[in-house]
């Protein structure tokens, strides 16, 4: 499958909403995706969202957040926080999603962030680079098995320099029940 990944705009609202109802088992992540695009929007927060089109129909979708990192009380970083990705079914197995997550990668290394988490499949993530923070220290602000959270650097010596530190995604994330 041959896709244009491209920032999503405006009218892609609707179909990346359908993308990610699509993608899981509750529509849980298509309104996670438009409570933070809302949210973000507000505050003028840094974002990246992308597409992945095909055809001219949007086929996946992928969005990064920031996320805080705090030691002992205090901010010691920010970072990009990945969620949700999501690929259509009939598009899922061929490809979209690793472009999704290459592109965003790449766009993410253009901002001054100097790392990537993700809560995501151990199996897959790790292609792109990313590893189980357990290894420095670093935990997400929720008890999940050690696995699943992982980061991957955009600046060299970036997770060690965060060692001990706890991740805060949006409220939006962690709130929403």
């Known amino acids: ?57 949007i086929v996946g979708h992928i969005l990064f957040t920031e996320v805080i990192l705090s030691r002992d009380g205090e901010d010691v970083g920010r970072a990009w926080g990945l969620a949700p990705m999501a690929v259509r079914p009939e598009g899922q197995r061929r490809g979209v999603g690793s472009a999704l997550v290459r592109a965003g990668l790449e766009r993410c290394r253009d901002s001054d962030l100097g790392a990537v988490f993700v809560l995501g ?39 060690a320099a965060w060692r ?6 949006r409220p939006e994330i962690t709130d929403a029940d």
């Open 164 to 169: 001990g530190a706890e991740v805060r995604y």
């Open 1 to 57: 499958m041959s896709v244009l990944i491209r920032p999503e705009r405006s009218v892609d609202e609707p179909d990346t909403f359908e993308v990610n109802r699509l993608a899981f088992p509750t529509p849980f992540e298509a309104e996670l995706v438009n409570r933070l695009r809302t949210a973000v929007t507000a505050e003028r927060g840094p974002w990246i969202s992308l597409v992945a089109e095909d055809a001219q129909a």
């Open 121 to 159: 499949h151990p199996e897959y993530y790790p292609r792109f680079g990313f590893q189980p923070t357990e290894a420095f220290g670093i935990r997400w602000e929720q008890n999940v098995p050690p696995e699943v959270f992982m980061g991957v650097e955009l600046v060299e010596g970036t997770l």
